[in-house]
């Protein structure tokens, strides 16, 4: 059992950075992943990235490849989403979300989430 709380969003213009936080709490066991998706209003929630912690993979949309990283600090359940390059088609709420059964690429939804933040980029 996982509790999320994202945090870091804001409003940024276009080419800027943000980095988002995920603060996991509860008891987790290693074998899970964290993913950070998105919603724009109108559009259907995506996956943007995801890191896999039983063999320390990370993945990437391809919309996002190259401008975000996703990391962990496994020692304080941290996981962040550094995103940079921004652009406004980047503009949605940011939801981190933990599986502890599949992973990243988990068939169901995955098992926790987060309360998301809003991640604004002005052209």
């Known amino acids: 059992e996982v509790q999320l709380v994202e945090s870091g969003g804001g409003l940024v213009q276009a080419g800027g950075s943000l980095r988002l936080s995920c603060a996991a709490s509860?008891?987790?066991?290693?074998?899970?992943?964290i993913g950070w998706f998105r919603q724009a209003p109108g559009k259907e929630r995506e996956g943007v990235s995801c890191?896999?912690?039983?063999?320390?993979?990370?993945y990437y949309a391809d919309s996002v490849k190259g401008r975000f990283t996703i990391s962990s600090d496994n020692a304080k359940n941290m996981v962040y989403l550094q995103m940079n390059s921004l652009k406004p088609e980047d503009t949605a709420v940011y939801y981190c979300?933990?599986?502890?059964?599949?992973?990243?690429?988990?068939?169901?939804?995955?098992?926790?989430w987060g309360q998301g933040t809003q991640v604004t980029v002005s052209s």
């Open positions: 979300a933990a599986d502890t059964g599949y992973g990243c690429y988990s068939p169901l939804p995955f098992d926790s």
């Open positions: 890191i896999d912690r039983r063999d320390g993979m990370t």
């Open positions: 509860g008891f987790t066991f290693d074998d899970y992943a």
